[in-house]
Structure formats: structure tokens, C-alpha cells
């Protein structure tokens, strides 16, 4: 977000729920999308994590998995993870300023 500001490039940030987005625009103008997870946890246990966080966002009833899920589900398998310091986000749709 720092070299965007600093190179003038709009971009919009939201919260996924499990992670992070951020969009900007490429020199044509394409959309990209830059993801970033919200806790370090060990790669070999990811598909196992979000495995249960789906489980628990199902189970919820909700419409995608939000960070109470994988909260859960980290808390469900005993894995003690560092949250990243990310920007607070909106949770809504859009594209690049």
C-alpha cells in the first residue's frame, strides 16, 4: 500500500472475512487482486484449517467464511498462530479508486 501511495495508484482494501484483498489497476488498466492472510500458521496445516473453517462457516449457515470460522477452527485444532497487522478493511464489493 506504501509503494501504491507513494506511485500515485488508487486501490481499495477489504476484509474477506479469512483474509485480506487489496485491488489496484496494472498499466492497462487490468484489475488485479493481492491477497494476504490475516495469521501466519504452518503451510502444511493450511488446507486442514480452512478445511474446518468451511466446515464451521457451513454449519453457521453463512454466506462465506468469516474470520469467527477460522478463529474457531484454529482454536478447534490446537493451533497457536501470530495475527498479522493488517489495515482495518471494509467487508464490501468494489474495485480501484
Do not use: W
Not at 492497462?28 to 464451521?56: C, H, M, S, V
Amino acid at each position: 500500500m506504501e509503494a501504491l501511495d507513494e506511485a500515485g495508484k488508487g486501490y481499495n482494501v477489504f476484509d474477506r472475512g479469512v483474509f485480506h484483498s487489496l485491488y489496484t489497476s496494472d498499466h492497462n488498466g487490468l484489475i488485479i487482486e493481492l491477497t494476504a492472510d490475516k495469521y501466519e500458521f504452518p503451510d502444511d496445516r493450511k488446507a486442514e484449517i480452512y478445511a474446518t473453517a468451511q466446515r464451521l462457516r457451513e454449519e453457521d449457515g453463512s454466506d462465506y467464511a468469516k474470520d469467527e470460522h477460522l478463529k474457531a477452527a484454529l482454536e478447534e485444532l490446537d493451533i497457536e498462530v501470530k495475527e498479522y497487522d493488517l489495515p482495518e478493511a471494509s467487508s464490501g464489493v468494489g474495485g480501484v479508486n
